[in-house]
C-alpha cells in the first residue's frame, strides 16, 4: 500500500500530528512503509522504542506490529 493509496482523513490526521517523537515514526512509516525498533534506536536514537509506537498509538493512529528478525539474529 502507498501513501495514495491511504484515504485522504487517515494522512489529515497523521499531519496533525506535531510532537517529535511520534511525529518522526509517522513520517518514517509514510516514506517506507513501516518502522523496526532497531532503526528507531539506530538512526533516530531513541532508547525506548516501544515508547514511540505508544506514542503514535495514543494519537490515535493505528498500528500493526509485527516480528522481524534484527541484525544481531533477535526477533
Known amino acids: 500500500?502507498?501513501?495514495?493509496?491511504?484515504?485522504?482523513?487517515?494522512?489529515d490526521k497523521c499531519k496533525s500530528v506535531t510532537a517529535k517523537r511520534p511525529r518522526t515514526v509517522i513520517d518514517?512509516?509514510?516514506t517506507y512503509g513501516y518502522i523496526t525498533?532497531?532503526?528507531?534506536?539506530?538512526k533516530y536514537g531513541y532508547n525506548h522504542p516501544p515508547r514511540a509506537a505508544r506514542?503514535?498509538?495514543e494519537q490515535g493512529i493505528p498500528?500493526?506490529?509485527f516480528w522481524v528478525t534484527g541484525s544481531?539474529?533477535?526477533k
Do not use: K, N, S, Y
Open 37 to 42: 525498533t532497531e532503526e528507531l534506536q539506530e
Open 28 to 30: 518514517h512509516i509514510l
Open 72 to 74: 544481531d539474529g533477535r
Open 55 to 57: 506514542d503514535v498509538r
Open 63 to 65: 498500528l500493526e506490529t
Open 1 to 11: 500500500m502507498t501513501v495514495l493509496d491511504l484515504p485522504q482523513a487517515f494522512l
